[in-house]
């Protein structure tokens, strides 16, 4: 089993067409990946999906980070 | 057969534009799932639509929560839907002078409301798919305006403002978002008007006569095939000639 970082370093790099070699802990979705708004939702849903979890608009606005998103899970998976 | 094994959702499709459309997108190959507010209306759709492999179902596109709720089932039973026909619809008219509140909020939730609610429902399932269809049945009442109908008029005009919103945002996921907005058809809901208007009606049409149901669900089918890729966030005008936009 992979672990969570690894999880979702996948899911960005598929949602986002980019390599999974570009994609660091401290990449911005939007400055770094060139994420537009709909694919940071569509990443959000992706993640959603991936971890089985719900996750609210308001915490999802605050994930723009890789890091922020294995943050938001990690924290929320072992619930 | 331009349609084959797509999902399409249809509401209101017991009677009328909707019924039509149903059969036709059923007719190209597509698994048509169409929608009534009654049981006996669900049942009829579905002895229509079962050989192609279709359903009926129960929609009350007003109750909270029944758009969400069908579309999820629907989606767990046929897998997601691929083409989404927003087609119901109720009149309310009455000069603004006496139209009630009641009448206002009724057109906008039916006939509004309802179109944001299910665009949004299918939405995810469109995304992942990166392939969608939405066509929104308008009115050419909500382009030339209408006595009587301030309210459809109003709700019909939301809704081409609010397709072309939804195009913009989805067209990079080659999902595509249109109208088609049917003039004066020969349905349950035009013969419920008075003789005399229908007679007055028949002369602003340049064609000269009422327009079919099949005339809808041909432009309708028209849009939900790849025949039709390149085109979104329009409104596409079926009257006869009765308004040149």
Partial sequence: MENIEQRVKKIVAEQLGVNEAEVKNESSFVDDLG??????????????????????????????TVQQAIDYVSAHLNK | ??????????????????????????????IVIGTATSEAGAA???DRLA???????????????AIEALVDEVEKAFG??????????????GL?????????????????KSVFKASKAVLRGMMK????????????????????????AAAKAGIMGFTKSMAREVGSRNITVN?????????????????????????????????????IADAVGFLASDRAAYITGQTLHVNGGMLMP
């Fill in chain 2, 51 to 65: 050989a192609q492999g279709g359903a009926g179902r129960v929609l009350d596109v007003g109750q909270e929560g």
């Fill in chain 2, 129 to 152: 798919a990166r392939w969608g269809r939405i066509i929104n049945i308008a009115s050419v009442v909500g382009a030339m305006g209408n006595a009587g109908q301030a309210n459809y």
């Fill in chain 2, 44 to 46: 009829t759709i579905g």
């Fill in chain 2, 96 to 112: 603004l002078m006496r139209m009630k509140d009641e009448d206002w909020d009724a057109i906008m939730d039916t006939n509004l």
């Fill in chain 2, 1 to 30: 057969m331009s349609l084959q094994g797509k999902v399409a959702l249809v509401t209101g499709a017991s009677r009328g534009i909707g019924a039509a459309i149903a059969d036709h997108l059923a007719a190209e190959g597509a």
């Fill in chain 2, 179 to 215: 109208c088609v907005a049917p003039g004066f058809i020969d349905t349950d809901m035009t013969r419920a008007l008075p003789e005399a208007q229908r007679e007055a009606l028949v002369q602003q049409i340049a064609l000269g006569r009422l327009g079919e149901a099949k005339d």
């Fill in chain 2, 80 to 93: 997601p839907v691929a083409i989404l026909v927003n087609n119901a619809g109720i009149t309310r008219d």
């Fill in chain 1, 35 to 64: 994420a537009d708004s709909l694919d940071t939702v569509e990443l959000v849903m992706a993640l959603e999906e991936e971890f089985e979890c719900e996750i609210p608009d308001e915490e999802a606005e605050k994930i723009t």
